[in-house]
């Protein structure tokens, strides 16, 4: 089935340093991927959407500057954390659409946990 | 308001028990997605639906357009059924399918 590989699944850093988390499609080519966000005990919320080879589209409130998205390959999208500060803890999940096993796929990857001190 | 609303949002049950998990929303639907969430904070995509009814093993999913409710079943409950489960919407806005508006979750707990 169509997996999405997603790390670090945690980090821990330092306020003001950056932090890039991958997410990858491992066997069918992610025409979109989504980034949300997830607070303790609170819904997902959608950060951005990404579709391979152009801009992320952000969620209102997101600042572009702090959260960038690449989408630059059909397996491949990051999202970079810029000047990280102890507000940023959170935990970061993506997903991808696209083709794989002859239907079109949702896939989630694992999540990646920020605890920034 | 939220949009997506899940009753109830926390469910102990007995090893074996039939559960049922409902969600309702508000807003026009073009799909609505069932999701699990284990503690360790992956997500599965359980279902799909945009009418009627679908199974998979001990899992069913039924959803009503008309009066904007779905429902998620499991049949013989087990212990490792245990996790968050999610609805989610992919609102009529003509964006894509996979655009998704969550509720917060149902904590399912199936004790042996």
């Known amino acids: 089935g169509a997996v999405v590989s997603q790390h670090p699944s945690w980090v821990i850093c330092k306020s003001g340093t950056s932090v890039k988390i991958e997410c990858r499609s491992l066997?069918?080519?992610?025409?979109?991927m989504f980034w949300y966000r997830q607070f303790p005990k609170q819904s997902l919320m959608l950060m951005a959407t990404?579709?391979?080879?152009?801009?992320?589209t952000y969620e209102q409130g997101v600042e572009k500057d702090k959260f960038l998205i690449n989408h630059a390959s059909l397996t491949l999208s990051t999202l970079t954390v810029t000047s990280a500060h102890p507000e940023d803890s959170s935990f970061y999940i993506c997903s991808a659409s696209g083709w794989g096993s002859g239907a079109n796929v949702l896939t989630f990857g694992a999540g990646s946990r920020l605890t920034v001190l | 308001k939220n949009e997506v609303e899940q009753s109830p949002q926390n469910l102990t049950a007995q090893e074996g028990e039939f559960i049922t998990i409902n969600c309702s929303y508000s807003?026009?639907?073009?799909?609505l997605h069932w999701l699990q969430q284990h503690p360790g904070g992956g997500i599965v995509s359980l279902f799909m639906l945009s009418s009627g009814k679908k199974k998979h093993g001990r899992l069913i999913a039924t959803i009503n357009i008309q009066e904007k409710h779905s429902s998620l079943h499991i049949t013989a409950s087990h212990p490792r059924d245990s996790a968050v489960y999610i609805c989610a919407v992919s609102p009529n806005s003509g964006g894509s399918n996979y655009k998704l508006t969550f509720g917060k979750g149902t904590l399912l707990t199936v004790n042996p």
């Open positions: 066997d069918f080519q992610a025409t979109t």
């Open positions: 807003v026009g639907i073009s799909a």
């Open positions: 990404s579709n391979e080879g152009s801009k992320a």
